[in-house]
Nanobody
C-alpha cells in the first residue's frame, strides 16, 4: 500500500506565504511523477505544479513566479512554496503521484487534501 500525506495548509492573509509538504510512504519501487492539484469550491480540480516522469516541472501558467515546487528524493517528499497568496488561491490542495510498487506497473495515488484559505 502507498500513502500520500499532506501538511502545511491553513489560513493566511493576502500577500502571505505557505509551504505545503507531501510525503509518500509504503511499498514504493519508484515514484514516476508527483505534484500538486487544487480544487476551489464549485470548480474543477486543476494542476498547480508537478514533476513529470521525465524529470521536468509543469506549472499552471497563471501561477508561475508565485508558486515553486521542489522535492527531496531521499524522503519521497515534494513541497509547494506559495508566495504572494491571493484570495483566489483558496482551495483544497491535493498531492498526486504516479508510483510503481513493482516493476512494469504504476498507479495513481491521491492524498487526502489540505485546505488553504487566503483571507483577511
Amino acid at each position: 500500500q502507498v500513502q500520500l500525506v499532506e501538511s502545511g495548509g491553513g489560513l493566511v492573509q493576502p500577500g502571505g506565504s505557505l509551504r505545503l509538504s507531501c510525503a509518500a510512504s509504503g511499498s514504493i519501487f519508484r515514484i514516476n511523477a508527483m505534484g500538486w492539484y487544487r480544487q476551489a469550491p464549485g470548480k474543477e480540480r486543476e494542476l498547480v505544479a508537478a514533476f513529470t516522469s521525465g524529470g521536468n516541472t509543469n506549472y499552471t501558467d497563471s501561477l508561475k513566479g508565485r508558486f515553486t515546487i521542489s522535492r527531496d528524493n531521499a524522503k519521497n517528499t515534494v513541497y509547494l512554496q506559495m508566495n504572494s497568496l491571493k484570495p483566489e488561491d483558496t482551495a483544497v490542495y491535493y498531492c498526486n503521484a504516479d508510483i510503481s510498487t513493482i516493476i512494469y506497473r504504476s498507479d495513481a495515488y491521491w492524498g487526502q487534501g489540505t485546505q488553504v484559505t487566503v483571507s483577511s
